[in-house]
């Protein structure tokens, strides 16, 4: 089937209106008629080129939602019209230890909702700035807020769960102190999932105007990192940090911040490294970093639900396909509170 969408044909080139080929769903397929894609960072940093690898024409997108429109006939767990969403992975080998453990995102054979080959035309996948996607049964989620929030609901399929998979693995939660770095599109849903969880959230700006932003997404405490003197207040007292910034910067000042056996996780993907931290503030107070990879299926689904039960959604500015390019040129200053969602609903306009 042939559906509108927008890509872009080379890393130097806008995102313009395209028609692209979907196939008609297997067995196990679930066919989805797609009512809003966030935009991620990641795909401004993919269509552009700056991550090596991109395979072009480049349709991104993988923060799916929408509504089921057909099903293949061994589908079990999907009817037509339930409400759905698809995140940034579509398939994997399935049988390695990674997916038996419900951590598909960590396969080594990981096929993702764009720019990862594919049998299909084009020989890649294409994302979710198109009229519809066929998706396995097993990568397809249920959306169990209301109808109406279905905007808002899109961002969680990646900012969402990318800020949710470590808050969880390091066991966020009442008694435990969390930094969130960054109030953007990862920050702001690090902040409202952290404080659901019950641990006390302390937000970190660059930006003293962002202070009351940050509270208002429910932060207990918000500082100013360039400020030192707010900084040293907080010396050696978190339990866990997550790190959502997308540009290269100084990690040494929020280890500092971090307890004996304290952790900082690294979520944001910036185009070249961070500067290497010192070892000595590591080795000192045994402290880690690491990093986290969105999320495997079960998880994302239980951050779904979580929100659901929560009324978490993500603060959007919905915005037409005729927009794309002006929201990339926006993102890019940090024009945005917190995320833009496309109304798939004009790709044909």
């Known amino acids: 089937m042939t559906v509108n969408a927008y890509g872009a044909h080379a890393g130097d080139k806008p995102l313009e209106p395209i028609e692209i080929t979907r196939r008609a769903p297997g067995l196990q397929d679930v066919q989805i008629d797609i009512a809003y894609c966030g935009i991620c960072h990641s795909d401004l940093h993919q269509v552009r080129a700056e991550w090596a690898g991109t395979l072009f024409p480049c349709v991104p997108g993988h923060e799916i939602v929408g509504r089921v429109s057909a099903v293949g ?10 409400l759905v969403g698809v995140g940034c992975l579509v398939d994997s ?5 990674d997916c038996e453990s419900g951590l598909e995102n960590y396969c080594d054979n990981t096929v993702l909702t764009y720019n990862s080959p594919s049998a299909e035309a084009p020989g890649h996948t294409l994302g979710g700035y198109s009229e519809q996607i066929v ?10 807020h209301p109808e109406e929030q279905l905007a808002a609901v899109a961002p969680l399929l990646c900012a969402g769960i990318t800020t949710y998979s470590p808050l969880r693995h390091w ?4 008694g435990k102190k969390v ?7 990862l920050g702001h849903m690090g902040v409202k999932l952290a404080h659901a ?3 006390h959230v302390v937000a970190f700006t660059t930006s003293d105007s962002k202070r009351q932003a940050a509270l208002d997404l429910g932060a207990d405490e918000v500082v100013v990192s360039r400020n030192p003197e707010e900084m040293a207040k907080h010396a050696t007292s978190f339990d866990l940090i997550v790190n959502t910034v997308a540009a290269p910067h100084d990690l040494d000042a929020f280890l500092l911040l971090l307890k004996r056996d304290g952790t900082m996780t690294l979520v944001g993907a910036p185009a070249t490294p961070h500067p290497s931290p010192g070892v000595f503030n590591l080795i000192l107070k045994r402290r880690s970093i690491a990093g986290s990879a969105i999320g495997g299926i079960p998880e994302t689904q239980q951050m779904l639900d979580f929100c659901a039960e929560h009324g978490i959604v993500a603060d959007i500015e919905l915005i037409r396909a005729d927009e794309i390019n002006t929201a990339y040129e926006r993102m890019l200053k940090g024009d945005v509170k917190y995320r833009f969602v496309i109304d798939n609903a004009t790709l044909s306009a």
Do not use: K
């Open 197 to 199: 969880m019950g641990a």
């Open 93 to 97: 080998c399935q049988h390695c230890e």
């Open 179 to 185: 930094g969130i770095v960054g109030i953007g599109g």
């Open 171 to 174: 066991n966020a939660g009442p």
């Open 73 to 82: 006939a061994q589908v079990s767990g999907f009817a037509v019209g339930d």
């Open 135 to 144: 998706v396995h049964e097993r990568y397809v989620l249920h959306v169990r």
